[in-house]
């Protein structure tokens, strides 16, 4: 999957503007997401995105942690500024830390009720975007069960002479979350300092999860020396290993000497056909114990995106152990999320 275009099959409608941006030859060559300078101007995908860019992130991000312990837990940087969050699918942490950061840049903060607007009636996604635009939308915050959607509005407001107009992507489809993934390289890099002399284990269902696509590129373009995807095959891509990884189908080897394990959801929503003989069967396996994770070095940290099915991807004693680093990864993506759109409000 290329970063310079939309996924392939992605597009749920509007072709036209999608011709209309892909047609000319700069645009062809140009990360959609950053503009003729290197600048961010959306965030759809941490696939090609400079390195500069994403440790300009994640420094941004530091001083947005501090904000938490004050009195006033606000700062003016998006004053007068409109934020959308467009959620076509339910979020739990990623909605609800979008909503705090942005409120705590002062934004005005919308969300839109999906099942309540005009959508369900048969307005396309462009047409709907293009009347929150006429209400002076800023920045639109977009989950959605499509892969390539976020993209698809970029490049329409782009094509459209609204290049002001932001997209931050919430996670599409299986694509990519990379707000997610920045908020796990926060967390790692919080944790353990210097990504290049790390070893990352990535547990569970990759083929299904925009979270472990978005952290593996974040991982690998940082320098990363060695990230592991582990799991049952029917639950890695084929080629997986073309995205700079080493494969383990065995939980216990993959473990071994590992500086951060990175927990993965069983995607059931995701999944066609039966891909695991059960729920108990993959707790034997690739479950995360106390047991197996011994195997990892002693001052490993534990990690999960949530939401988390205790007793089948992670036993509550890890969860809930000295190791896990859980709730932290949570309130570390509001500062994070603070950071990615002040940056991409500051540029215009
Ligand atoms: N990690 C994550 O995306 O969680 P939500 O689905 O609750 O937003």
Known sequence: MSSAGPPQGAAPSGGAARSAVWGGAASAMRNPQLDAHGALTHLLTLE???????????????????????????????R?????????????????????????????????????????????????????????????????????????????????????????????????????????????????RDFRNLTVGVVGDVLHSRVARSLIHGLTTLGTPEVRAIGPKTLLPAQVEALGVRVFHDMREGLRGCDAVVMLRLQNERMKGALLPSAGEYFKHYGLTEEKLAMAK???????????????????????????????????????????????????
């Open 298 to 348: 002693p001052d490993v940290i534990v990690m999960h995106p949530g939401p988390m099915n205790r007793g089948v991807e992670i036993d509550s004693a890890v969860a809930d152990g000295a190791r896990s680093v859980i709730l932290p990864q949570v309130t570390f993506g509001i500062a994070v999320r603070m950071a990615v759109m002040s940056i991409i409000a500051a540029n215009g």
């Open 48 to 78: 090609g995105l400079p390195a500069d860019v994403i440790t300009g992130i994640l420094d941004t991000a530091e001083p947005f942690v501090s904000i938490a312990e004050r009195e006033v837990k606000k700062v003016p940087l998006l």
């Open 80 to 192: 007068g500024k409109a934020v959308f969050n467009l959620f076509f699918e339910n979020s739990t942490r990623t909605r609800t830390t979008f909503e705090i950061a942005a409120k705590r840049l002062s934004a005005d903060v919308i969300n839109l009720n999906i099942g309540a607007s005009s959508t369900s009636k048969g307005e396309t996604l462009l047409d709907t975007v293009d009347n929150l635009v006429a209400m002076d939308a800023d920045i639109f915050v977009v989950r959605h069960a499509q892969s390539g959607a976020p993209h698809l509005i970029a490049q329409h407001l782009n094509a459209h002479g609204r290049s002001h107009v932001h997209v931050v992507n919430a996670g599409d489809g299986r694509h990519a979350h990379p707000t997610q993934g920045l908020l796990d390289l926060y967390t790692i890099r919080h944790y353990k």
